[in-house]
Each structure stands twice: as C-alpha cells, then as structure tokens.
C-alpha cells in the first residue's frame, strides 16, 4: 500500500476531515491513523479487547479495488469492522430551481450487492445523511431575498442593536468559545468533545490555515462563538456554541450571515451547514427532534436539501460485529440517560 505525501494527499482529499491536518490531530489525540492512496482512517482500539474499529469520514465513494486494500488493512489492525461514510452526494433540492439526482446510489447498492453482505448500511452512522447548502455564488442581495422573512427580520434585529461579528482567532476568543461550548452543551443535553479535544483540534487545524474562529459580541460580551472550516472551494460549520444571555437580540441569525458573506469575499462558493434533518414528512418534522431547532435555524437561510449517499460498515467478523451493535447500542442508551439526569 502506497503511502503519500502531504501534498498529494490533500490534493486528493475533498473534505477537512480528509485532510493531512486533520489526521495529524487525530494522531495527537492517540488515534491510529493510516493514509493510503489519499484515503484516511483511523483504527479505535475496542477497551480490554485485542479487536479494533475503523473510521473513514468523508472519503471518496467506494469502489471494488478500495474495498479489496481495505479488507487486506482491516486484518493488519485486527479491526471487527471499518465504517465509511463518503462525501459523495446523491440529490439535491435546490430551493429555488429544479432538483437533480446522480447515479451514485444506484452505484453504492450495486457494490453492497457484490460484497456478499460484507458491506452493509452502518449500524450506526455519525454523520447525517442530509446537510444545508448555500450557494455562495450568489449575490448577498439574492441570498438576502431568498431567506424566510423571519430570519431576514432576526438579521436586521442583530444589526440595530449593535452586535458585531468578527473574525476572532487569538487565545481570548477560543476561551470564550471553549466557556461557551460548555454552556451549550450543559442547556441542551447533547454528548459533546472534552476540552482537550477542542484545544488540540484547534491548535492543529488552524495552524493549518483551515480553522477560524468567528465571534458574535454584544456590550462587551461574547454572545455565540463559531469555529468554521475552509477547504477547496467550501466552508463548513462544524462547531459553535452560544448564550443563553441577550437572546432578544439574535446574535446567531447575524453571525452566520456575516460568515457567508465572508466566504463569499475569499471566493468560497459554497457554505455547508453540516447536518440537517432532510426533507419534511407528511405533518412536518417532530418538534421534540433534538436536532429540530437546529434545522429550523439553518432552513430560515433557505440553502439546499443535500443528501450523501449514507453511511457503511464493511463487516469482517460477522459474530463479533453483532456483538459490537448490541454492546454499542446499550452505551448510547446509558450516556442518553446520563445526560438527561445531569
């Protein structure tokens, strides 16, 4: 297997948790990584086991010859299964024109059907199978008009009562942000990174040119705090996290209009929201969704409904494998309950 260097690596890779970067954090927080043929995972021990667990997030659509490469590798790491959840989209609904579809769906069921059961849909995907897309390309006058009344008018709030929107990435605001994060995840429940993985996340991606930090301050206080990732052509939100105080005066509607009008001035032509609860069923989405105010937030920019192609198990010891979706599946049921009763 071919290793490669820096620079060909990225230049293969279409999404930041592809890059080289980002692999290099993961190896200072203790992860195995492996890069092959600018494909990159990381292989997770399994506590008091011989076995491992690999991880592929946002790599290229699988094809017959990587799967047989990381067959052979997934027996070198002694791994029950590698999940593989590629950046490859299969339809898109643009909400101002007509939809498209690529073949790509067609393509990942035809190769599930020639592994004999061996790759499967994952027992449990990380990533959302849908996300927001706003086309940068646009003009911010478009983009202005195109949004739900209720957001443009939550914009013009944040405006008249002077909160300010900047690109912030010295020690002070990623403390904020960090002070902020847990505040968030405190309020609304959700199982989230030890600062230590912030600190060391940040520390390499934004050294790499990938990570800033943009803040939302109103009278002298930190109201919302964001990390976003620029890499190619896009920008992404991974991370944000925001007050609880002065929520009259809709510091995040502001913040994230003045990212997209960032990423439009550097060139960017596209802003991923990551992560949405896809297209509304029949009555609309559940309003107890965890996620559910989330997607309203994002859905008031009026950006595109995008859906990946899903997300993968290869499947190497099938009695092993069962066993780790029962024992897996119990631990999310526990650190639910755990956060609940905090």
């Known amino acids: 297997m071919k290793k490669t260097d820096r620079t060909i690596h990225d230049k293969a890779a279409t999404h930041p948790l592809q890059s080289w970067a980002w692999g290099e954090f993961?190896?200072?927080?203790?992860?195995?990584?492996?890069?092959?043929?600018?494909?990159?995972?990381?292989?997770?021990?399994?506590?008091?086991?011989?076995?491992?667990?690999?991880?592929?997030?946002?790599?290229?659509?699988?094809?017959?010859?990587?799967?047989?490469?990381?067959?052979?590798?997934?027996?070198?790491?002694?791994?029950?299964?590698?999940?593989?959840?590629?950046?490859?989209?299969?339809?898109?609904?643009?909400?101002?024109?007509g939809a498209w579809q690529s073949p790509t769906k067609t393509e990942i069921a035809s190769l599930i059907a020639r592994n004999d059961k061996q790759l499967k849909p994952s027992h449990h995907p990380l990533f959302t199978e849908y996300t927001f897309i706003l086309d940068l390309t646009k003009s911010e006058e478009e983009l202005m008009k195109a949004m739900h009344p209720k957001t443009r008018y939550n914009i013009r709030v944040a405006q008249k009562h002077g909160v300010t929107v900047q690109e912030d990435n010295s020690g002070r605001a990623f403390e904020e942000y960090l002070r902020l994060t847990a505040e968030t995840t405190a309020r609304q429940g959700f199982y989230a990174h030890n600062q230590q993985y912030h600190r060391m996340m940040w520390q390499i991606m934004s050294k790499a040119g990938i990570a800033h930090?943009?803040?939302?301050?109103?009278?002298?206080?930190?109201?919302?705090?964001?990390?976003?990732?620029?890499?190619?052509?896009?920008?992404?939100?991974?991370?944000?996290?925001?007050?609880?105080?002065?929520?009259?005066?809709?510091?995040?509607?502001?913040?994230?209009?003045?990212?997209?009008?960032?990423?439009?001035?550097?060139?960017?032509?596209?802003?991923?929201?990551?992560?949405?609860?896809?297209?509304?069923?029949?009555?609309?989405?559940?309003?107890q969704d965890p996620w559910y105010g989330f997607h309203r937030f994002k859905e008031g920019f009026n950006p595109d409904i995008v859906e990946f192609i899903g997300s993968y198990d290869l499947v190497l010891r099938p009695i092993l494998y069962r066993l780790y979706c029962i024992a897996d599946t119990i631990r999310w049921k526990i650190l639910h309950i755990n956060m609940l009763t905090r």
């Open 213 to 287: 930090l943009f803040t939302a301050n109103y009278q002298g206080a930190t109201l919302a705090a964001w990390i976003i990732f620029a890499w190619k052509d896009t920008i992404y939100y991974p991370y944000g996290a925001s007050s609880r105080e002065h929520r009259e005066v809709m510091a995040p509607a502001l913040l994230l209009w003045e990212i997209a009008r960032w990423g439009k001035r550097q060139g960017y032509q596209t802003f991923d929201l990551w992560g949405a609860l896809g297209p509304p069923p029949a009555g609309g989405h559940d309003p």
């Open 26 to 97: 993961r190896k200072n927080m203790g992860v195995d990584v492996v890069r092959v043929n600018g494909w990159q995972l990381t292989f997770h021990t399994i506590p008091h086991t011989p076995f491992t667990v690999g991880y592929s997030p946002k790599g290229p659509m699988p094809t017959k010859a990587m799967l047989a490469t990381l067959v052979k590798l997934a027996r070198q790491k002694n791994a029950i299964f590698i999940q593989l959840e590629p950046n490859v989209i299969c339809h898109c609904e643009p909400r101002l024109g």
